[in-house]
């Protein structure tokens, strides 16, 4: 029997993508394993959110393959591509609003997916709400609140609960702590860490922000102009650049 | 006694070819949400625009024609389309549910058991039951074709969450044969059973929304429901005052200024029909016992 392990979750490649004359991404090629995190880092405009749409399948590249435990995502229907982003995937936006409906309860919000995938029962879709509610320290009795009543902070943590719930395979994070204050970047990434572990998750996490990267990431990718300069473990990047662009972007930091 | 001004039931024979196309399709494909091109109809929308023009491509001179809104047969809305048709078709009209053979409502399904035969038209101010929390067309749709109504139950979640039970009292989403969720427009969720294995043929019409949809007879209708929140349509828990009836839907009158109220059927033929029958209430006259 051969074990899931022994092959790749997620294998791309040579995707490109490009608006008109602009590049998105060019020729991108990677593997992703069982219980990786990849992190994709870069500065702004740099292809990471084009090529995060393109691999979660929310926008159509223009060449090249991705396989999902050897399906081509590309190929494969619509039907089956959302059935794939509301059971074994995930994503989770950086702007929490993008990835949680406003106008419904706490509960109802983490309760979607479960209700999506054909839970029937609602005294079991509550209490599943109530436990993944604790699992991202919200308080259980705000269970009935609209995240409009949330902080920054609450929301995210509210959509990656609703993101969650099912035991997804693999979640994309497009700049998950971006429009947060640092003391709550510090626990959401900390929060981010345990989930991800506990659960054995695979991650594609996109971050201009090299210290998430270095907290988050197994493995890192490196874009400039749409193309991958560098990749490979991130204590590696990060402590021996390469590429002189990524020297460039570890140095910067390291000022700050 | 028609209005010569105007073609057989104000709309012209190209237009109803068209709406009749759109009906057709919808009982070919039930709850499906079919677009037609509504026409301006001399009256305004709000008014049941989409099901006069279902109305209209349904109705042949020997129809009989029956208008009714919240089971009433004599309010401003029922009477200005009975009248309309009455010029504009010369149709008979009945108040009278068993002489109908066309019966056009806002509301409300009649207490009178339908019979085959008959065509129930439903005046529909929203047809899509998605629009709640999804208010993206595009999206609606694609979620039918998938049929990805997880979202539904999301409102019935909300509900529960809310009020302790699925409040939804009106417009109470069904699923149709096992396919499409559809908004049986805004009748009580006391009518909904109603709905499913009936004789008649059920058509939907929304004017503003340009949508025509459709329950052929004996179709499955199965109200949404959660597994410990079963559906239950519910009705005041009172008879009649005026025929006794405990069965029927009913309407809750008030009398006086001090707080006195009545219950009384909400379909007047149905209660008037009873009371000729010799049925009594709480409330009914004794002298004309
Ligand atoms: N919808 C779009 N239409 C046209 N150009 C776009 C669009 N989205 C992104 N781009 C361009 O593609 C390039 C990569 O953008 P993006 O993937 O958003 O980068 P990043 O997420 O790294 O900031 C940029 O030059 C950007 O201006
Ligand atoms: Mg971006």
Known sequence: MKDLRDTPLLVVEDLSKRYGARIGCVDVSFDLWPGEVLGIVGESGSGKSTLLSCLAGQLAPDTGRVLYQGHDTLEMGEPQRRTLARTDWAFVHQNPRDGLRMGVSAGGNVGERLMAVGARNYGAIREAATDWLGRVEIDATRIDDRPRQFSGGMQQRLQIARNLVTAPKLVFMDEPTGGLDVSVQARLLDLLRGLVRDMGLSVILVTHDLAVARLLADRLMVMQGGHVIEQGLTDQVLDDPQAPYTQLLVSSVLQV | ?289
């Open chain 2, 1 to 289: 006694m028609s209005d010569q001004a105007y073609n057989f039931a104000y709309l012209d024979e190209a237009t109803k070819r068209m709406i009749r196309r759109a009906i057709l399709k919808g009982l070919a494909v039930p709850g499906y949400q079919v677009p037609f091109a509504s026409r301006e109809m001399p009256m305004p929308y709000g008014w049941g625009t989409g099901g006069v023009q279902v109305t209209a491509a349904c109705l042949t001179p020997e129809d009989t024609l029956k208008v009714i809104d919240q089971g009433a047969d004599d309010t401003t809305n029922a009477v200005s389309i009975r009248t309309f048709f009455e010029r504009t078709a010369g149709v008979a009209t009945t108040t009278q549910t068993a002489q109908a053979s066309v019966i056009q409502t806002r509301h409300r399904i009649p207490e009178e058991p339908l019979r085959a035969g008959q065509i129930l038209v439903y005046q529909v101010p929203i047809p899509e039951p998605l629009r709640f929390l999804e208010p993206r067309e595009s999206e609606t749709r694609k979620m039918h074709a998938l049929e990805e109504y997880g979202l539904m139950h999301v409102k019935l979640y909300e509900d529960i969450a809310r009020h302790g039970e699925i409040s939804t009292a009106y417009a109470y989403p069904v699923r149709v044969e096992g396919r499409y969720v559809m908004d049986p427009s805004p009748i009580p969720k006391f009518d909904n059973p109603k709905l499913g294995n009936c004789p008649a043929i059920q058509l939907f019409g929304a004017g503003r929304e340009q949508r025509i949809y459709a329950l052929p007879p004996y179709c499955d209708v199965v109200s949404l429901d959660f597994e410990d929140h079963p559906f239950t349509p519910s009705k005041a828990d009172h008879d009649c005052d005026l025929c006794g009836c405990a069965t029927s839907y009913l309407d809750e009158v008030i009398t006086d200024d001090q707080g006195g109220r009545m219950f009384v059927c909400s379909d007047t033929d149905f209660c008037e029909t009873r009371r000729d029958a010799g049925h009594r209430g709480r409330l009914s006259p004794e002298e004309t016992a």
